[in-house]
C-alpha cells in the first residue's frame, strides 16, 4: 500500500510537471495567479476574480476568431473595428431607423460576416497579403462606424443590453457568452472539416491544394468566422457599455492576435486551440486587473505588460526546445486513452493551484487594510490637460494624508469600465471618474453605487448612474466664450476653419456644441472647414495642413483643446497671430507660452490642477459621509495676452 501511494504521488507530481511543461500559457497564469495574490490581498475575492472574468470576454471571444485565421497562416488586423462596426449597425438600426431588435442583431452579425468575406476574398482571389487587406479594412471598419454613427455613441437596445448584465445578481452574462464562444471553437478546430482544413492550409498550403482540398474557398470560409467571432465580442462589448461606441475596441486587435500566440498558437501556422487562447487571453485580464489593484503607473503598466507577454511566449519557445510537443485540437498522442490521462493531469494541476491560491487567500485575508483609499479613473494621460488635473489631484492626496491610485483609460471607455470594476472589487472609499464618455461609464459607476462606493464625476459628467457630486468646468459655456472671443478678434466677419477632439467624446461634442451656437451671433463669420485631429499636436499640424490647402484666405482657427491649437500654429507658420488669429482650450502650460509669444491669441482656461483639487477634497468629504454639493464648477476663464500673467 505504501509502494501504491508513493507511485501515486509521484505519478501525481509527474503529472503536473508534465502538464506545465506541455502548456507554457498554463505555467505562466498559474505564475500570475499566484504572484498576484501575494502581492494583493483583494486579489483573490470572488467579486474581482467574476470582474477578471468579464474583462478577459471581449479580448477571448475576438482571439477565437482570430485563432481559426492564425491557424491556418493567416493574420487579422480588422476584428476591434468590425466588432464596432457591427455593434454600431445594431444600435443604428434598432434605435434610429426603428427596426425590430431581433432583425437588427442579425444585421450586426451579417455585417461581420460581410467584412469577414470581403478579407478572404481579396486573400484568396485578390491575392492581397493577409496583412495588408485587414489592415484595409481595419480602416474601412472604423470608416463607416464613424460615418453611420455621427461619431457620437448610440444607446443600445435595452433587450440586448441584458447580454452584460448578470444571472442571479452574480454571474456576469459575457464570462457564459465568453465560455460558449471557446467551446464553439474547439468543436470548430477539432470536430469540423473546416478545422482540420484549417491545420492542413496553415501546415502546408501547397500539400493541402494538392491534396484535393479547396485551399481559396475554405480562406474566404475562415475570414468569415472571424468576422462572425469580431461581431458577437462587439455585441457583447456594447452590452457592456448599453451604447455603441464608434472608437470602441481600438488596439482589441493586438490583444487577440497576444492571446492567441501566448496560448501556443504559432504565427507560421498549423498549430492552436481553443483552450490556449483562452488561457492567453486571461493572462491579459490577470495582468491589467492585478497592476490596477497594485497601483501601477498607467505608463509602466503597458512595460509590464508588453514584458510579461514576451516571457510567456519565450517560456514556451523554451519548453518547445526542452521536448515538450503540442497536441493540435483533437489529436491524440498515444493508444490506451491519452486524452483521459490529459485530463487527469489537468485535474491534478487544477487542485494543487487551486490548494496554493486558497492558502495564500487566508493568508491574505485582511491584509488590505482599512485606511482611506481613493481611485482616479482618467480618460487619458496622453494630454497635458488631463496629466495637470492629475498632478492637482496627487497634491491635494498627499495633503489630505490619503491613497490615491490613478489609472489611464486611454481613451477607451471598456478598458475604464474595467478600471472601475477594480477599484469597486478593491473596496475603494470613494471613487473620482473622469468619463471617456458619459453614457458608457454608467453601468461601471452603478455597479459602485451597489456597494456604497461614493463616485465623484470630474471634468464630465456621469448619465444614468448616481454622483455624490460633479466637479466641473462647463465645456458648452467654454465653446461660447471661445466663439466670442475670436468673432471680436475678427470683427464679426471672416473664414475660420475648426479642428474637433477626437469623434464620439463628450468634451469635443460639448466644446463643439457651444462653440457652433455661440458662433451664430455673427453672421458674417463663415465656418469653411471642420476635421477631427483627436486632442493631438501631430494631427493637428497634419489637419491643419490639409485645410490651407483646400481652403485660400482663412482668417481664424478654433481648436478644441490646446494641443490642436499648437499644431495649427505650427501649420500656419508666420501667419500665426498675425493674419490668422487661433484660439485653443484648457489653458495648458504650453498654451499659455503661446498665448504670451502672440501665436496663440486666446485660450479658454479650465484650471485642471483646480479642478483635480477640488475632485479630492470632494471625494475625502464623500468617504467620510459628509455632505457635498451636487455641482462644483471650477471658474472658466479666457486667457489673452492682456491677462495671461496674473492667471499664470
Do not use: H
Not at 474566404?220 to 456594447?238: D, E, N, P, Q, R
Not at 510537443?325 to 491534478?348: D, H, L, M, N, R
Not at 486611454?410 to 475603494?428: K, V
Amino acid at each position: 500500500m505504501a509502494t501504491d501511494t508513493l507511485k501515486s504521488s509521484t505519478a501525481g507530481a509527474g503529472g503536473l510537471r508534465r502538464v506545465l511543461l506541455d502548456n507554457g500559457a498554463l505555467s505562466a497564469l498559474v505564475v500570475l495567479v499566484i504572484a498576484m495574490s501575494l502581492l494583493s490581498g483583494d486579489f483573490l475575492t470572488t467579486q474581482n476574480l467574476l470582474n477578471v472574468g468579464v474583462q478577459a470576454a471581449v479580448t477571448a471571444i475576438l482571439a477565437f476568431g482570430v485563432t481559426f485565421v492564425i491557424v491556418s497562416a493567416g493574420i487579422d488586423l480588422s476584428v476591434g473595428s468590425v466588432a464596432a462596426l457591427s455593434a454600431t449597425v445594431l444600435a443604428w438600426a434598432a434605435t434610429s431607423e426603428g427596426v425590430p431588435v431581433w432583425i437588427a442583431v442579425i444585421l450586426a452579425v451579417v455585417t461581420g460576416v460581410a467584412c469577414g468575406f470581403v478579407n478572404g476574398a481579396l486573400i484568396s482571389y485578390g491575392k492581397l497579403p493577409p496583412f495588408i487587406a485587414t489592415l484595409a479594412m481595419l480602416s474601412v471598419g472604423r470608416g463607416l462606424s464613424l460615418v453611420i454613427s455621427q461619431g457620437s455613441p448610440i444607446p443600445f437596445p435595452q433587450s440586448v443590453s441584458r447580454i452584460g448584465d448578470t444571472l442571479g445578481g452574480w454571474l456576469p452574462v459575457p464570462v457564459l457568452v465568453m465560455v460558449v464562444m471557446g467551446l464553439i471553437t474547439a468543436l470548430i478546430l477539432g470536430r469540423t472539416f473546416i478545422g482540420r482544413s484549417m491545420f492542413a492550409i496553415g501546415g502546408n498550403e501547397e500539400a493541402a491544394r494538392l491534396s484535393g482540398l479547396r485551399v481559396k474557398r475554405q480562406k474566404v470560409v475562415i475570414y468569415a468566422l472571424s468576422g462572425l467571432f469580431a461581431a458577437v465580442a462587439g455585441i457583447v462589448l456594447a452590452s457592456r457599455l448599453t451604447s455603441a461606441q464608434p472608437q470602441a475596441a481600438q488596439g482589441y486587435e493586438l490583444d487577440a492576435i497576444a492571446a492567441v500566440v501566448i496560448g501556443g498558437a504559432s504565427l507560421s501556422g498549423g498549430v492552436g486551440k481553443a483552450s490556449g487562447t483562452f488561457i492567453g487571453a486571461l493572462i491579459l485580464a490577470v495582468l491589467r486587473n492585478g497592476l490596477n489593484l497594485l497601483s501601477v503607473s498607467a505608463f509602466w503598466q503597458q512595460v509590464v505588460i508588453g514584458v510579461v507577454i514576451a516571457l510567456a511566449v519565450l517560456l514556451d519557445t523554451v519548453r518547445r526546445k526542452a521536448g515538450a510537443t503540442p497536441t493540435a485540437a483533437g489529436a491524440t498522442s498515444g493508444p490506451g486513452g491519452s486524452k483521459s490521462k490529459q485530463a487527469a493531469q489537468y485535474v491534478i494541476a487544477a487542485v494543487v493551484a487551486a490548494a496554493i491560491i486558497g492558502g495564500i487567500s487566508l493568508w491574505n485575508n485582511g491584509s488590505s487594510g482599512t485606511s482611506t483609499k481613493l481611485g482616479l479613473s482618467v480618460s487619458t494621460l496622453n494630454n497635458p490637460f488631463f496629466v495637470q488635473m492629475k498632478a492637482g489631484a496627487q497634491a491635494e492626496a498627499k495633503k489630505e494624508g490619503v491613497k490615491l491610485t490613478v489609472t489611464d483609460a486611454q481613451n477607451d471607455a471598456s478598458q475604464q469600465a474595467n478600471q472601475l470594476q477594480n477599484f469597486t472589487s478593491e473596496g475603494m472609499s470613494s471613487v473620482i471618474v473622469n468619463p471617456v464618455d458619459s453614457d458608457a461609464v454608467g453601468p461601471a459607476v452603478r455597479g459602485a453605487n451597489k456597494a456604497d462606493i461614493p463616485v465623484v464625476a470630474a471634468d464630465r459628467g456621469v448619465n444614468k448612474a448616481k454622483t455624490a457630486t460633479l466637479v466641473a468646468s462647463d465645456n458648452v459655456a467654454g465653446g461660447r466664450q471661445a466663439a466670442k472671443t475670436l468673432a471680436d478678434k475678427l470683427g464679426g466677419s471672416g473664414k475660420i476653419v475648426i479642428l474637433q477632439g477626437t469623434a464620439g467624446t463628450s468634451a469635443s461634442r460639448e466644446r463643439g456644441q457651444g462653440f457652433a451656437e455661440g458662433i451664430k451671433a455673427y453672421p458674417g463669420i463663415k465656418v469653411v472647414a471642420e476635421q477631427p485631429a483627436d486632442f493631438d499636436r501631430t494631427k493637428g499640424l497634419d489637419v491643419m495642413t490639409n485645410m490651407l490647402q483646400a481652403n485660400a484666405g482663412v482668417d481664424g482657427v478654433f481648436a478644441e483643446n490646446d494641443e490642436m491649437a499648437l499644431g495649427a500654429i505650427k501649420a500656419l507658420g508666420s501667419k500665426a497671430g498675425k493674419s490668422v488669429a487661433v484660439v485653443g482650450f484648457d489653458g495648458t502650460p504650453d498654451g499659455l507660452k503661446a498665448v504670451e509669444a502672440g501665436t496663440l491669441y486666446a485660450s479658454v482656461a479650465q484650471q485642471p490642477k483646480e479642478l483635480g483639487r477640488i475632485a479630492v477634497q470632494n471625494a475625502v468629504r464623500a468617504a467620510k459621509d459628509k455632505k457635498v454639493a451636487e455641482m462644483v464648477k471650477v471658474p472658466v476663464k479666457v486667457v489673452t495676452s492682456k491677462n495671461v500673467a496674473s492667471f499664470k
